[in-house]
């Protein structure tokens, strides 16, 4: 396996169900980051995790909650979620930090969410 | 106003035609710049960084206007293969990891 792998890629889902995506990296990177891409809107940073440690939460609601258990993997949790929660959800990886290029995401195939 | 504005288009060319993508962000203290690439129901991949003296990678040359605050991305010689939103991207001075998408301009290249 090879970059950043996203599992499932297709997931549906009631209202009340839990369920969780999945986010590997095989890049030796150090930041994973869980984006959110709904039709016609630009892409929404969700949770940003560097060397496992969550630095960015931008006003997620708490019905997502992130796991980062090591630097290669990332989990989103999904619980009680809405309607309008139905989008793309992408993983991403970059190597992190402050030098240059150090920010350049690598990110998955993306795992298609629909909440009936 | 929105951080990052791009015209959605879809700008539509024939093959071997000339485009230009603008972008305009509205933090000025903004540190770094990049265009990427999005093609039909798949994930965005990085086309190219956005350096202050302008860049050219083949048939792409990006340009950063600080002043003006817009990042510009000309494509030559438009390949059919082109066709794909084109994502214009930017980091805040403050933040090394919350990067600021545009919405996308989208292409089609015609035969």
């Given at each position: 396996e090879t970059g950043v792998t996203q599992t499932p890629r297709h997931l549906v889902m009631g209202m009340t169900n839990k369920k969780s995506l999945k986010c590997e990296q095989?890049?030796?990177?150090n930041a994973m980051y869980w984006y959110k891409q709904s039709a016609k809107k630009p892409l929404e940073l969700m949770f940003v995790y560097n060397f496992k440690e969550q630095?960015?939460?931008?006003?997620?609601?708490?019905?997502f909650s992130p796991e980062c258990p090591n630097s290669s993997h990332l989990f989103l949790h999904l619980h009680t979620?809405?309607?309008?929660?139905?989008a793309l959800y992408l993983c991403a990886s970059s190597q992190g930090g402050?030098?240059?290029?150090?920010?350049v995401l690598t990110f998955g195939a993306g795992s298609r969410l629909t909440v009936l | 106003r929105k951080e990052v504005e791009q015209d959605p288009g879809p700008f539509n060319v024939p093959e071997g035609a000339t485009v230009a993508f603008n972008c305009t962000y509205s933090n000025s203290a903004s540190q770094s710049f990049f265009w990427y690439r999005q093609d039909c129901r798949k994930e965005p991949k990085l086309l190219m960084s956005v350096y202050s003296s302008g860049n050219e990678d083949g048939r792409f040359t990006a340009q950063l206007n600080r002043a003006s605050q817009y990042i510009s991305l000309l494509i030559r010689d438009s390949k059919l293969s082109d066709s794909a939103t084109y994502l214009c991207v930017v980091l805040p001075m403050d933040s090394s990891y919350k990067l600021i998408f545009g919405s996308g301009t989208r292409l089609l290249v015609r035969p």
């Open positions: 095989h890049l030796g990177h630095t960015e939460n931008n006003s997620v609601p708490s019905r979620l809405q309607p309008e929660d139905s402050s030098i240059s290029g150090a920010n | -």
